[in-house]
């Protein structure tokens, strides 16, 4: 093959292929590249403006995508320029986005591979050490996400995620409409997330926030009030249903110990059945219920109260949902469901919050969502010391996921 012929097959827009080299028995191809005749313009690679003035010329080696069988390396002769603003300073090459040894192509083929498979085995398949492959990935994503364009926040989730022993809390702020994550940040106390508010955020973006939705955790509502007086506090309904779900087994719990015998075999092993939403449910497992339910009537009384508090989320007005509140509560009398007063006394403590919902109707689930999302990373990259990389790779992951729902919608 002639040098004219690699520099077709290589296709480095503005180079030539000069020299070239095979390694049968090692099974390496390298490729000596320069710019052509033609392509003569220079960028500063600090500043971005055209510069003549060169300093000196040199070479570098990066590893491009393999040709066959054949792991490709190219060398690439550079120049360095003297730019009067920066002094000397590398030139600019769309090949070589980084000081690393490696082609713009090559890391977006190993940031690709990253999508879907552990790091190790893209590592192992590459033969790249895992913390090299992680690096490369790293700066696919940050190109990625330096280039999108920033939508605007005007209804914000901010939840907490456990990451385990060692790294404890962290907080997870997100754009409920685009449903992707914004920010994470180290433990879960308002200072966590002042740092969101005051090093993420400009002063005109905070102020279009309409609504958060958040756990009934103070401190991040003392912060986010601190930060944005104009938004609206919703008290996420997941939160509030897990409150009820705790609840009824308190309840089941308490039932389970205070009969003996025949009760306590058909109370045990129900837990899941309890904590299911009657449409959740198969007809085999709505008659277990049933069976239960007829010896058990605290337990029924306990499982429709939980299923009939779902409703408070689909009145539209305040006054409706108060009504609905009121009525709910007033069927705790004579029941001695002491799990449930408690609930209902939370209610009512933080009911400005959950009002708030009929006003802003925010997307509840999202927060969830992609605490299951940043979850599912970290259980395939057994835990991310760069939080910065973690985050990256949720924003990647939802954005993804939005797009192949478009996609499904359109077919
Ligand atoms: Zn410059």
Not at 12 to 21: F, I, K, L, M, N
Not at 149 to 166: F, I
């Amino acid at each position: 093959m002639r040098d004219n012929d690699w520099t077709r097959v290589l296709a480095w827009p503005g180079y030539r292929v000069w020299r070239q080299e095979i390694n049968e028995e090692a099974k390496t191809l390298r490729l000596w590249v320069r710019r052509k005749r033609g392509n003569k313009k220079l960028v500063c690679s600090g500043c971005g403006r055209s510069v003549k003035d060169i300093h000196e010329i040199y070479e570098r080696e990066v590893r491009d995508l393999p040709c066959f069988q054949f792991r490709t390396t190219v060398v690439i002769e550079l120049y360095r320029l003297r730019c009067p603003d920066c002094g000397v300073k590398a030139e600019r090459v769309a090949q070589l986005p980084s000081k690393a040894p490696f082609s713009k192509r090559f890391e977006e083929a190993v940031g690709e591979a990253c999508e879907s498979a552990p790091v190790r085995q893209v590592a192992r398949r590459m033969a790249l050490a895992a913390s090299t492959v992680r690096a490369i990935d790293k700066r696919v994503l940050e190109r990625w996400s330096a280039q999108r364009r920033q939508l605007p926040l005007r209804h914000l989730g901010v939840d907490e995620l456990y990451l385990g022993r060692k790294q404890k809390f962290v907080t997870v702020a997100s754009n409920l409409e685009s449903g992707e994550p914004l920010w994470l940040g180290e433990d879960r106390t308002e200072e966590t997330l002042d740092q969101f508010f005051g090093e993420q955020l400009t002063p005109w973006r905070r102020k279009r926030i309409e609504a958060a939705c958040v756990d009934m955790w103070e401190p991040f509502t003392k912060s986010i009030l601190g930060w944005a007086s104009q938004c609206r506090i919703v008290f996420d309904k997941f939160h509030v249903m897990q409150h009820a779900n705790a609840a009824i087994d308190e309840v089941r719990r308490a039932e389970f110990f205070r009969k003996g015998g025949r009760m306590r075999g058909l109370v045990k092993g129900k837990r899941w059945l309890l904590l299911t939403r009657w449409m959740n449910l198969d007809t085999g497992k709505q008659q277990m219920l049933n069976r239960l339910f007829a010896l058990n009537r605290r337990l029924m009384k306990a499982y429709l109260l939980k299923e009939s508090l779902d409703r408070l989320w689909t009145y539209r007005s305040a006054a409706a949902m108060r009504r609905y509140r009121d009525q709910w509560i007033r069927q705790l009398r004579w029941q001695r469901l002491k799990p449930f007063q408690k609930l209902a006394e939370l209610l009512l403590r933080h009911w400005e919050g959950i009002e708030n919902y009929c006003h802003v109707p925010v997307r509840f689930g999202v927060v969830e969502a992609i605490n299951g999302n940043l979850k599912a990373l970290l259980r395939r990259g057994r835990g991310y010391r760069d939080l910065q990389y973690l985050l990256l790779k949720a924003q990647k992951m939802a954005v993804q996921k939005t797009e192949f729902i478009v996609l499904q919608k359109a077919a």
